[in-house]
């Protein structure tokens, strides 16, 4: 069964950056988008990020265009996010999605990361 884990969060104070990743397990992935998502506490799930199955194509969402990048490892089973210039409003617990390219393929969710950022 595949499985994704996230990973590289914690607490950083604010300026700092972070680089989270995400492994998949258990399996390989066939035709699979990657995307990084975040919810904040008392907030909706939102989209921060997303990369293409070859990696060529990426996609940023609003709320931290600018201060993020997506990117996948040599190693076809893992994802990045890299997060710069950190702020307490990107506190929230970071997910891990790989969505399928196929109509009858099946999607997966990490059980995310707490990234905390405070001083």
């Known amino acids: 069964q595949v499985q994704l884990t996230e990973s590289g969060g914690g607490l950083v104070q604010p300026g700092e950056s972070l680089r989270l990743s995400c492994t998949v397990t258990?399996?390989?992935?066939?035709?699979?988008?990657m995307a990084w998502y975040r919810q904040a506490p008392g907030k909706d799930r939102e989209l921060v990020a997303s990369?293409?199955?070859?990696?060529?194509?990426?996609y940023y969402g609003d709320s931290m265009k600018g201060r993020v990048t997506i990117s996948r490892g040599d190693d076809e089973n893992v994802v990045y996010l890299e997060m710069n210039s950190l702020n307490p409003d990107y506190t929230a617990v970071y997910y891990c999605?790989?969505?399928?390219?196929?109509?009858?393929?099946?999607?997966?969710w990490g059980k995310g990361t707490l990234v905390t950022v405070s001083s």
């Open positions: 999605f790989a969505q399928s390219q196929r109509i009858e393929g099946t999607d997966y």
């Open positions: 990369i293409g199955e070859s990696g060529s194509s990426t």
């Open positions: 258990g399996g390989t992935l066939d035709r699979h988008a």
